[in-house]
């Protein structure tokens, strides 16, 4: 469970900064900026998780792209999981009221500091509950990092599995695991979006 816990933790931190930086290209008033964030999430979003768990793995090391399992399987967690974000930022920011931008940019400010000081910090607070989603999907998508032998919820199951060959009692046991790591999430995220609700 520790295994799981830090890899959901520090794939949804990294895929949080990644996501939410191709979620500004794809708003942005620079053509390629906005044709690079729409191949990155076209492109990720729709290849399965697993292809890009095992490319990344065992076929970049034809190129010197070597890491270890865990580390390997964050990073592909991350920009998986970054593409998600990015749409859901990007769902955020088209929710801001288009005369907060305009304001800005009466005030002189450029687009980046309009999206960073001004559009951000109110699409963020609106889309706490989908990317509280995200975050319990990952924990769930974690389970593929087994496949690089990572040894998570899943991997020990297998493990187990092999060992006493008693299927039922040892995946109904990593199931009720996995509970007890999105339920409590589920309800922390419930709370978080509550208190930063938007005043409409």
Known sequence: MRTTAALTVLSFSAALVLGTAVAACRVSPVPPLRWAGAVWVETVRNTPLSVLMLLFFFGFTKFGVIYPAFTSAVIVLSAYTSAFVAETVRSGINAVAGGQAEAARALGLTFGQSLREVVLPQALRTVV????????????????????????????????????????????????????????????VAVVERRVAVKR
């Open 129 to 188: 509950g989908p990317l509280g989603g995200l975050f319990i999907a990952l924990i769930k998508n974690s389970s593929l990092a087994s496949l690089l032998s990572v040894v998570d919820l899943t991997g020990v199951a297998d493990r187990l599995n092999t060992d006493t060959a008693r299927p039922i009692a040892v995946f109904l046991g990593a199931g009720a695991a996995y509970l007890l790591l999105t339920f409590p999430s589920g309800a922390i």
